[in-house]
């Protein structure tokens, strides 16, 4: 089974750098309870497995898996709208197989 991603990058579709400098850890602190109910992870000091931050190619991004919708499909609407709400260039990653 595979599992698609989105990649939102921290640069605007007017090619503006996405501002606070910190927006990618905020989101994920946010999102960072949203983890399977197996995962003990603590949500103050990891992110979930979902909603991610990574710098590419010197870019703030944050990687969102769509399995977020099997535990909220609100939270994956939030992050999707929190994209498209600010601008942010956002691209479908290629399908990973799913761990």
């Known amino acids: 089974m595979t599992t698609k991603h989105y990649l939102i990058h921290g640069v605007t579709i007017h090619g503006k750098t996405?501002?606070?400098?910190?927006?990618?850890?905020?989101?994920?602190?946010?999102?960072?309870?949203?983890?399977?109910?197996t995962d003990?992870?603590?949500p103050k000091y990891t992110y979930s497995p979902y909603v991610y931050p990574e710098m590419i190619t010197n870019i703030k991004c944050v990687v969102v898996d769509e399995r977020l919708r099997d535990i909220d499909p609100r939270a994956l609407?939030?992050?999707?709208?929190?994209?498209?709400?600010?601008?942010?260039?956002?691209?479908e990653m290629c399908e990973i197989p799913a761990k």
């Open 40 to 42: 003990y992870g603590d």
């Open 77 to 91: 609407d939030f992050v999707l709208n929190f994209a498209k709400d600010n601008e942010l260039v956002m691209t």
């Open 18 to 37: 996405f501002r606070p400098s910190d927006w990618a850890d905020r989101l994920c602190g946010v999102m960072a309870r949203f983890r399977l109910s």
